[in-house]
């Protein structure tokens, strides 16, 4: 209890950290969000008035003190571009976003932890080679490419969705699964390569320790062994390896919503910086960190549940 207090803690400094950098950055680039909003024509008394109502005019410290009571609020500011709050503008798309990365984040774990044990116990031979290229192949193939071949085959020449027709949630629930089953596809293709890879490797370095050859030696089933010892001791760093692998996906997903149309957090901060609509954009920046943040502090307590040792690291 008191390690996953700890990590709470740290998830919320973290949190912290990150939403003051992202909020910091903003101000420093170039560009004025009222000069971009009244255009470069307006007169500089009136770019100074919408920068009070905006509250640009303010130090850097009380704006991010005023943002951050807000967010713990609920109240994420309101949109530059579209006059309305952050959170009734991104609010819709975050569920949309959320359920790509857990499908892509689904499609990886229950793919290639059992291709990876396959490919420890009866991955040598003939298809070693093939398998390696293989894999290889779907590492280098950058998402975008992937995105734009997996769409013209299941959209153009398969017709199993139509691109550019996202259904949504609220009006075609299971069709909206189906067209983000193909951008998931997109973002899990590359990381089940890895994670094959990663997992087969682990598993044949766990299999040629002493432990292993103890217990086969004492009569024991390789297959038991394989199971009760060797996958729980590879499991630490598969799980991490998860973990990284979602802040993977997050990234990607930016990538990917673009290419395949999506509705979701990724397109909107794309345009969102391009409008310079900064109040959006920090909000998008602060809720993607998190999720990133959450699956590894996640993954540090189901480690500690595997293998409880790992506590005395922290501190517990």
Known sequence: MRYAAKRAITLLITMVAVSFLAFAAFDI??????????????????????????????????????????????????????????????????????????????????????????????????????????????????????????????????????????????TDPVGTLRYLFFAALTLAIPRIAMTVRMLGSTIRSELGREYVRTAISRGNDRSGVLRHHVLKNALVPVVTFLAQTMAEIVAGSIVVEQVFAIPGLGRMLVASIADRDYPVVQAIVVILAFWVVLSGTLADLINTRIDPRLRLGGGA
């Open 29 to 170: 680039i170039s560009g004025d969000p009222a000069t971009a909003m009244l255009g470069t024509e307006a007169t500089p008394e009136r770019v100074e008035a919408l920068r009070a109502e905006l509250g640009l005019d303010r130090p850097l410290l009380v704006r991010y003190g005023q943002w951050l009571a807000g967010f713990f609020t609920g109240d994420l500011g309101t949109s530059y571009s579209y006059g309305q709050p952050v959170w009734d503008l991104i609010a819709p798309k975050v569920g949309v976003t959320l359920v790509l990365s857990l499908m892509s984040f689904v499609l990886i774990a229950a793919v290639s932890v059992p291709l990876g044990i396959w490919a420890a116990r009866w991955g040598g031979g003939p298809l070693s080679g093939a398998r390696t290229v293989l894999g290889q192949l779907c590492m280098a193939v950058p998402p975008f490419f992937l995105g734009i071949l997996l769409t013209y085959l299941f959209s153009l020449v398969l017709r199993w969705f139509v691109h550019g027709s996202f259904p949504g949630f609220g």
